[in-house]
């Protein structure tokens, strides 16, 4: 079965309990008194919620793009209170919002844009911004293994007095460190083989020259290891896609939860001190 078909047919209704799970934890949170709307029902102050952050955005976008930058991504605040703890949570949160937009455009582009025959689309899977796409993949992905690693250090090793571990915590932090490094195994794999590409066994449709060089670098150094390892390639994919989706069904459920929710926390509570000034 073409291999496509197999990832919608899993893929929607990940999609569908993802978002019923976001629902729950958005209908807790309107289950306030919104001020001005206090008769409102969960549905009407959804909507505005909606409207207020939309003009409020357009009112002023460069200062909401500021605060995201500074605030959410970067976490200035953290900054002051501990290096390594800041340090961990920014390559986490920077290395997951940076690798969703570089895979996004590299799986519209070359998984859509070249199968309907857009003609610039092959730009973006042979010519010259696909060696920029794959570096970048792989550097973000990097950055999120190292930012794991070091929660994974600090929480198990370092273990401050004040840090509490619980079974949520440890059930987050390999699901991540699972997904990176069987990323970067299949993709070692496929540098390995290129047979695998050419079977068009994975949803990608090639392995570039661009691979098998520094560009991939950590796929790459896995690669030298793999070339006599002979693997099921379906296994390998279905190994690390449904991980994948199982995760992101888990996300609503779990304290990554405020990769979503920490944004709009930050920006109302900036919003009112800017009120206030």
């Known amino acids: 079965m073409d291999k496509h ?5 899993m893929f929607f209704p990940t999609v569908i309990f993802f978002l019923w799970g976001m629902s729950l934890h958005i209908s807790v949170w309107l289950e306030g008194t919104l001020q001005g709307a206090e008769k409102a029902t969960k549905w009407e102050k959804f909507k505005i ?5 939309w003009r409020g955005f ?3 976008p460069g200062w909401y793009i500021q605060i995201l930058i500074t605030e959410v991504i970067f976490h200035r605040k953290l900054f002051s209170k501990s290096f390594y703890r800041w340090l961990a949570h920014t390559l986490l949160v920077f290395g997951f919002v940076a690798t969703f937009i570089v895979d996004m455009i590299k799986g519209f582009t070359t998984g859509y844009l070249v199968e309907f025959g857009v003609s610039f689309a092959h730009v973006f899977e042979t010519g010259a911004i696909r060696p920029f796409l794959d570096f970048f993949l792989e550097f973000f992905s990097f950055l999120i293994l190292v930012g794991c690693v070091m929660a994974i250090v600090r929480r198990f090793i370092i273990r401050p007095d004040q840090l509490r571990t619980e079974e949520e915590d ?6 991540i460190l699972f997904l990176e490094l069987s990323g970067f195994f299949i993709a070692g794999y496929r540098i390995a083989h290129p047979e695998v590409s050419q079977a068009r066994i994975y949803l990608a449709n090639l392995t570039p020259p661009s691979a098998n060089n520094w560009i991939s670098f950590a796929s790459y150094f896995l690669s030298q290891f793999l070339g ?3 693997i099921n390639a379906n ?6 896609v449904v991980p994948s989706l199982l995760f992101f069904i888990y996300l609503p459920h779990s304290k990554l939860l405020h990769i979503f929710t920490s944004s709009v926390t930050v920006v109302a509570d900036r919003q009112k001190e800017f009120n206030r000034k």
Do not use: E
């Open 170 to 175: 440890i059930t987050s932090l390999l699901f």
């Open 49 to 53: 919620y909606l409207r207020r952050g």
């Open 58 to 60: 357009w009112g002023r």
């Open 235 to 240: 296994f390998l994919w279905y190994f690390h």
């Open 228 to 230: 006599d390892i002979k």
């Open 5 to 9: 078909l197999i990832f919608y047919v």
